[in-house]
């Protein structure tokens, strides 16, 4: 494929949107529209602070987690960090410029620990921190945009780490009751939809059970840290980020809710898990994969305790809740924020033969694989184990919907990244197969609606290119393209396709949004 930069190529773009309306039709019959979704549903993009802001010692910010794990060689693909990343914090105006042109009604951001807090609770709050979010802030609220915070999004100020061990620690809970307090009350009368941290699932087993993010813990089999135990630390850890949650969302109930009006929610790595086989004892093991991921974080959170499911393999190494912490934690949720990408088959380990990694409780003795009788679940993406699964979004909040008596929900993110292959930037700008993500699953998740699933927004994850962790920034999930030299933005045609959806206008001539791009990219 070629850009769309020339009198030349024109054309070919104007043929290739016809193939792309052609094709998108008669592969799925079906066109989505925004007026397919309940009016008050909102629409939004999303990002995470430390993948697009940089400046990671500017204005009183300290090096946080990230920012010394990268500076570790061999950590991040390519030696990448996130020192610049989007350089967001200097061009934050042009990109809500183009958040507001996408037409969403809503924008999910994070916001930095270590810019606002630089030494956690050992020290003062960084004035030029919290300038930074107000600025953010204000021009979103001017605009008409609703702000929707993630308070904690995987990085904190290293000196956490160093003092005791962060979340392995409970005074960690103790630093993230101080962060939550200080983001509650500088940016509260703004903010309407809080949550309290991304993905808690994804971040114990990436941190603490395979090693792969900072701080890098991990024991044989699952890895080769030089130190951690992969079996115990993630079930100490989660146990101290459940609490924090707890102590943060009784806090903002008792001293702000009233008055500020807010909700408070929590952000999950949602995984779909469907059986192997139809063999009672797969449905099984999907059923327990659910329990172990989601119900994990949602069933105290819900009903004040862990999953029956892991009480009874985990048994007594699963921490207990004490009566007063159960009471707090049930019901510490106003919505649940799903991040939604992919599913996966789900194979029974109890009775079965499984790899050694699998066949572990923490893991919930089960495997996980993407092909059934020689045949992949769906389309390859550019991170081989979130395969191409429409269905999957429906299906999970369905989950949802009957585990947690409909709660309202949030798709907070869902994204497609293109499988990469050397030297393939440029064909990034025509990112067809992202549309056709995106198309799919939100015809999937209408569907979940019509059916009476509680979703009450949905975000695509995500704005624009960015440091995408410990791949660094070859893998790109973004609807605008970040020239890494220059770093402008480049419109992709999913934005295009965003912006056109939003207006509820996807029967328009998509040609006309090619000769936009004709322009667009001439002028950059
Ligand atoms: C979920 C994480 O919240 C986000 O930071 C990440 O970029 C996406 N998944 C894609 O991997």
Redesign the pocket.
Known sequence: MIWCNSVVSYNYCKFQWLLLCCFLFLAHGENIKRSDFPDEFLFGVGT?AY?IEGAYLEDGKSLNNWDVFSLSPGTIRNGDNGFIADDHYHQYLKDIELIQSLGVDTYRFSISWSRILPRGRFGDVNPDGIMFYNKILDELVSRGIKPFVTIY?FDFPQELQDRYGSWLSPLMQEDYVHYADTCFKNFGDRVKYWTTM??PNLFTQMAYQNGRYPPARCSQPFGDCPAGNSDTEPIVVMHNMLLAHGKAVNLYRRDYQHEQGGSVGIVLDCLMYEPLTDNELDQEAARRGLAFSIGWALDPLTFGDYPSEMRQYIGNQLPQFTSAERKFMRNSIDFIGV?HYSTTYAKDCLYSDCSISANRATKGFLDTTSERDGVQIGELTG?SSLRVVPRGIGEVVEYLKERYDNKPMFIT?N?YSEPQTEGQDQDAIQDFKRIEFHQMYLSSLAQAIRDGANVKGYFV??LMDDF??IIGYRIK?GLYYIDRQTLARVPKMSAKWYQDFLKNNTQTPVIRLSSELVHNKADS
């Open positions: 995470s993948q999004h991304n993905e991040n991170i993110e994204g994850w995500t995408e962790w999930f």
